[in-house]
Structure formats: structure tokens, C-alpha cells
């Protein structure tokens, strides 16, 4: 059974309301945050190991400490809350049930970043849930914990919460800013960084809801005994949301020892695949990351069991391996059509570029015409090459990552899955009627360990 | 009909704005245009994000040029409840497809279209965080989970209802 350490809580009665928070053991690294000297803070978590768990994994010490901090100059914290990759649905589940522990993060990570005003940048259809945490806000208020001189400290510091209003880009973090400036939410072009010129042209420091989070275990415990679970360089817990074709869709907290066959097969986690059938393919950290044929998911090209953590899931770079990313498991069965599911997500980004950049505002729109016309039984051989060399062409060529983001699941797609997009385009009658055949499926039977 | 918002919105609009530096009152533009479409029926009409740019120091086309660029704001008028129903990959893993059509022959509307009666709109959405209890569509402040066309049936019935009881008239789900 994986230790956990944000969650373990979330399912005790009352627990969003503060007094059963408080009970609970909560604010209590506030209180240990306020004795410490901010530096011993951005230490603790650097030692921790923790990696950034909105997608990119970058270490959330360094990135702490390389907040620019000129004298007079006012520093942010904002919270990324934007959640919107297809598969991901972790953060919303943390904030819903357990609210204090966000606001208990921001609260401490405040103080190790010296900002004084900090925000919650949440995505605007999560209306429900900007409210739980305003009422959270309110509590943590009311007992002290936010406002002037927090606890007799001298420490100052608000958290405001910001509804988005419908737009996946406003997850990258400069278009965040930009959204939060309330302007379009069309990316900056990097450098400068948000570390030195962020919200309103001040050092700033964006992180995710689950990593603002992990900095309350971190105090509470330590960053050494944060470090001493999990494996390698994936240290601590990481949610995953699995969803797709399985019997227990949900949130997980994993220690990232466990593989991805158990992650599938074992009644703790996602409890195998509905009504018998048989796994076909799994993208494992959101939309964006490479989707894996049941065979390589399983077991690296090295022929080693593939682990839920960074490295595992990473092993082979993208000719045989897939991401981490935000820890949006996605499942396939074997019922399931690759060209049509890839033509979900084609259209997905094609919705969602803000369209600064030709080579993304015009590829995924190519791409998601292409795909449509494969799926329909209107391809040409000639297409498959054709999305090959637009993705090619898209990938590297933008401001931002969204450019990458949409045509890595079409690459790997094309790179795994050809015979199933060339049967589309040989069988035009046939390919909207019913499924491709058998090549990829794996059949591997759990045995749950006793 | 005159715009302008309720003091209870207008209170909110101050408080929205005290959460920024000053000078920085831009900030608000995108809490403050969800509130305007909550009041104005659901949709931004020009004169009311001229209001808002009345409000909050802008130019007119800084409202207007935020406005279109989120899919949350409707620029054309919609019905009082609107089905943002998700057809993105995981959702489709799930049958949204079939909840989509279902939607339409019941309603007999297709996508982006509100029933001759005013009352609802059929809006498809991409993801929207709720991927393990799919398929599902936003319906106001709410989400609405594992539908079936049983449930949509419901839903329907629901909004019915609410519209035939609700004193103002006004019938939007919060
Ligand atoms: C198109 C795009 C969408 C993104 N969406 C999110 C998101 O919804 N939530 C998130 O935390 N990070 C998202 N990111 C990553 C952020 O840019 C940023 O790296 C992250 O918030 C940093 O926090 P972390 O270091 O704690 O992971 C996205 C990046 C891109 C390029
Ligand atoms: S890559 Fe796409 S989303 Fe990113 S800035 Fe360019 S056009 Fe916008
Ligand atoms: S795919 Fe529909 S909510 Fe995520």
C-alpha cells in the first residue's frame, strides 16, 4: 500500500470545515514556518526532492531560488489551478476535498518567498470550487492564519482566488500571468522569466496546486523524509486521476514504487478494465504525453517492469517511452479506435491555441482535418505522411509548449499505431463501422501479491 | 432596459478590485465579466461590456478583445439553461458521442443552438476536469456526472420545473 501524505485525510467527516482541519493536525507547518528563517525553508524543500507536479517536473527549490528579490519590489506567489489536460482532474479532487491543505501551502510558501499577497489562478468552470476555497480563505482568516502579523510573526499575507473563463492555454504560466493581468491569455516570450519579471512585471514564482501542497508534509516532516519515499529522483507522493476505460476511474495517491501494471490491474487502484476486455494502449500523463501500446506500457523496451515514476515512465525517450506529465492516466480498451481518439485531442489543441504562432495556430488545424478524414475513411496514404511531417513541423517552432503539446500525441500515435492508421485508409467502408484488429494487445493477468 | 449592476454586484465589483495593487483595477476584467453575464442574461451584449469598461477605467476594445477570446463568455444570446456537454478524448472513451446525440434528437437542436422556446442551449466543450466521471456537461455553477440518457431526461424535467416555479423569471441553475 503506497503512503500518503496529501490525501490521507481527505476522507475524514468535516475535514473541510477549519476546526476538523485544525484537529487534524492542520497549520501546524505554518506554526513551524513562522520560527524558521525563510532561507531554511526554500533548503528544506530543495533537500525534499520535490519536482514540480503541473506537468514540467522542474524542482520546485530551484525554481524557489531563483526568485529575483530587489529591494522594494513587491513578490508573487500564484497558484496554477487552471487544471485543463485532457485526463486530469487531481487538483480539482485536492481542492474539493480538502481545501485547508491548499491554503495551508500558500500560506507557508508565502512566507519562505517573502510575497505578501498571493493568488489561486483556478479555471473558471470550477465555479464550485473557487467558492469552497473562498470559505476556506474566510476560516483561515477568522483563526488567524492570514492578514496582518500572522501569529504575532511581523509576517503579513492575503490569498485571493481568480476565476479563469474557459481556456486550456491559461495553464502555461506566462499566459496565467497575462489572464490574471486581465488581458487574452496569450503566452510571453521567455526570458525573461516569471522568477524576475512576472504578475505586473515583478519576480513571481507559478506553481501547481499538488506541489503548493507537498510543501506542508515537507515542513511537518522534513525534506529528508520527503525524499525517503519514493524512488531515485521521484520522490514523495504523486496524485494520479485515472479515467478511461476502467472499473475504478478516481484519484490516487502513489508512492511511485509500484508499477503500471499494478496501477491497472489492482483492485487498490484502477481495478482493472470493464467487462473483460483487453488493454490496448494508455496515456499515462495527460493528453499531451506519448500514448504507449499495451506491450511497451508495460514492460521498457529493456524488458524491465515499467514503474509509476518519472524515470520508468520516461525510459526509452519518446521511440519507446512516455511522461509522467501531470499524472492524467488515461486508459484504452480494446474497442477503442487510436485515429478517433487522436482526432479528440487534434481538435482539442486546435480549440485551445491562441494562435500567435503559424506553425500551432495552422498545424493543429491541418492535423485535426487530416485525422477527421482518416477516421471518416476519406484518408490517403500520403496523409499519414503529411501529419508526420506537420507535427515535425510544429514541434520546437513556437512560443510555447502548447505547440509541442499537440503534436507529440499525434507522433506517437503515427509512431506506434501506423498499421491501424493505414487500415483505416485501405478499408474506407469498413473503418466507421467497426474496430481495427488485434496487433497491439497485451493480455497480462494480475495476480494481487497476498 | 437600463445596465447597470445590482449594488449587491456592484459591492462585489469593489471588493473584486481591492484584491490588486492599485492601479490594477484591469485585473478585475474577468471576475467582473462573469458577473455581467450571471445579471445580463447570460450573454455579453456590447452595451454591456462597454459598461464594464465604463466601470473598470478600460477602452472598449480591451473588454471586447478579452471577451472573445474565452470560451466561458457568450457573445449571442443562449437559452436559460445552457448543456456544455465535454466530447473530448477521455469523455469519448465513455460515450459522450451518444450523449451528445441524444441531446440533440430529444431537443431537436444541434450543437450551438437554443430550443425555439428559449430555454436551453446545446454548447459541446473541451475537458473539463471531470474525466473520471465522464460522460458529463457543465450546467451553471454545477457539473453534471456519469449521464445516461436516462439522466438526461432528468435534468431536462429539472430545468423545466425550475423555470416554471422560479418568481423572476429567471431560471439560470446555480
Ligand atoms: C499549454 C500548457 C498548459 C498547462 N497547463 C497547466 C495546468 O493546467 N496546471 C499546471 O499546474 N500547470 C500547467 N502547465 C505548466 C505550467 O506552465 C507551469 O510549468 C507549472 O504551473 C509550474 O508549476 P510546478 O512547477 O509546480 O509544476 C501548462 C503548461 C502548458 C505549456
Ligand atoms: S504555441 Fe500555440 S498556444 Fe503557444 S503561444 Fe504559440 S500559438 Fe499560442
Ligand atoms: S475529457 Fe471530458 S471532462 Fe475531461
Redo the contacts with the bound molecule.
Keep these: 500500500m503506497s503512503k500518503k501524505l496529501l490525501l490521507e485525510k481527505a476522507h475524514i467527516e468535516g475535514i473541510k470545515s477549519y476546526p476538523v482541519y485544525r484537529r487534524e493536525g492542520g497549520y501546524v507547518s505554518v506554526e513551524k514556518a513562522l520560527k524558521m528563517k525563510p532561507e531554511e525553508i526554500v533548503e528544506e524543500v530543495k533537500v525534499s526532492g520535490l519536482r514540480g507536479r503541473g506537468g514540467a517536473g522542474f524542482p520546485t527549490g530551484m525554481k524557489w531560488s531563483f526568485l529575483a528579490k530587489p529591494e522594494g519590489v513587491p513578490r508573487y506567489l500564484v497558484c496554477n489551478a487552471d487544471e485543463s489536460e485532457p485526463g486530469t482532474f487531481k487538483d480539482r479532487y485536492l481542492m474539493e476535498f480538502i481545501p485547508h491543505l491548499l491554503i495551508e501551502g500558500m500560506i507557508a510558501s508565502s512566507y519562505a518567498l517573502g510575497c505578501n499577497s498571493s493568488y489561486i489562478y483556478i479555471r473558471g468552470e470550477y465555479h464550485w470550487i473557487a467558492d469552497i476555497l473562498e470559505e476556506a480563505i474566510q476560516e483561515a482568516k477568522d483563526n488567524g492564519w492570514l492578514g496582518d502579523n500572522i501569529q504575532g510573526s511581523g509576517f503579513s499575507c492575503n490569498v485571493y482566488v481568480q476565476r479563469g473563463a474557459g481556456a486550456y ?1 491559461c495553464g ?1 504560466e506566462t499566459a496565467l500571468l497575462e489572464s490574471l493581468e486581465g488581458k487574452r491569455g ?2 510571453r516570450i521567455k526570458p525573461p522569466f516569471p522568477a524576475v519579471k512576472g504578475l505586473w512585471d515583478c519576480p513571481t514564482v507559478v506553481n501547481n496546486v499538488e506541489t503548493i501542497a507537498a510543501v506542508v508534509p515537507i515542513i511537518n516532516q522534513g525534506g529528508a523524509a520527503y525524499a525517503s519515499i519514493g524512488v531515485g529522483k521521484s520522490t514523495g507522493t504523486k496524485l494520479i486521476s485515472a479515467c478511461g476505460n476502467i472499473n475504478k476511474p478516481g484519484v490516487y495517491e502513489i508512492d511511485m514504487t509500484i508499477s503500471v501494471e499494478e496501477f491497472i490491474f489492482s483492485d487498490t487502484y484502477c481495478g482493472g478494465i470493464p467487462n473483460g476486455k483487453r488493454l490496448k494502449a494508455c496515456i499515462p500523463g495527460g493528453s499531451s504525453v506519448p500514448i504507449l501500446p499495451a506491450n511497451l506500457l508495460l514492460t521498457t523496451a529493456k524488458g524491465e517492469k515499467r514503474m509509476m515514476n518519472y524515470e520508468s515512465l520516461a525510459d526509452g525517450g519518446f521511440a519507446t517511452g512516455t511522461m509522467m506529465g501531470s499524472g492524467g492516466f488515461i486508459v484504452l480498451d480494446e474497442d477503442q479506435c487510436i485515429v478517433k481518439h487522436t482526432y479528440t485531442l487534434a481538435r482539442f489543441y486546435r480549440h485551445e ?5 503559424s506553425p ?2 495552422e498545424g493543429t488545424g491541418w492535423m485535426e482535418k487530416i485525422l477527421w478524414n482518416i477516421e471518416q475513411g476519406k484518408g490517403k496514404m500520403s496523409d499519414i505522411d503529411l501529419l508526420w511531417d506537420i507535427q515535425r513541423k510544429i514541434e520546437g517552432n ?3 509548449p ?2 509541442d503539446a499537440a503534436a507529440w500525441p499525434v507522433a506517437a500515435a503515427i509512431r506506434h499505431f501506423r498499421d491501424e492508421f493505414e487500415w483505416h485508409v485501405n478499408n474506407p467502408d469498413l473503418c466507421t463501422l467497426q474496430n481495427y484488429g488485434l496487433a497491439h494487445y497485451a493480455d497480462p493477468v494480475y495476480v494481487p501479491a497476498t | 432596459m437600463t445596465i447597470e449592476f445590482t449594488k449587491e454586484r456592484m459591492y462585489k465589483v469593489q471588493e473584486i478590485i481591492n484584491k490588486y495593487p492599485a492601479g490594477k483595477q484591469k485585473s478585475a476584467l474577468l471576475p467582473v465579466l462573469h458577473l455581467a453575464q450571471e445579471q445580463f442574461n447570460g450573454w455579453l451584449d456590447v452595451p454591456v461590456m462597454d459598461y464594464v469598461a465604463g466601470l473598470l477605467k478600460l477602452d472598449p476594445i480591451e473588454v471586447y478583445e478579452v471577451a472573445s477570446f474565452y470560451s466561458m463568455y457568450n457573445l449571442k444570446p443562449v437559452g436559460k439553461y445552457v448543456f456544455e456537454v465535454c466530447q473530448t478524448g477521455p469523455c469519448m472513451l465513455n460515450g459522450s458521442d451518444d450523449i451528445i446525440h441524444y441531446i440533440k434528437n430529444k431537443l431537436k437542436i444541434s450543437e450551438g443552438e437554443t430550443t425555439a422556446d428559449g430555454m436551453f442551449t446545446l454548447k459541446t466543450v473541451e475537458c473539463l476536469g471531470a474525466c473520471g466521471y465522464a460522460p458529463m456537461m457543465q450546467l451553471g455553477k454545477h457539473y453534471r456526472e456519469h449521464l445516461t440518457p436516462a439522466k438526461v431526461d432528468e435534468i431536462v424535467e429539472e430545468c423545466r420545473k425550475q423555470a416554471a416555479t422560479a418568481a423572476n423569471g429567471n431560471g439560470y441553475l446555480s
Excluded at chain 1, 491555441?353 to 504562432?357: D, L, N, R, V
Design positions: 492555454i502555461e496569450n503566452p491555441s491562441c494562435g500567435q504562432c500551432c495556430r513556437t512560443i510555447c502548447l505547440g
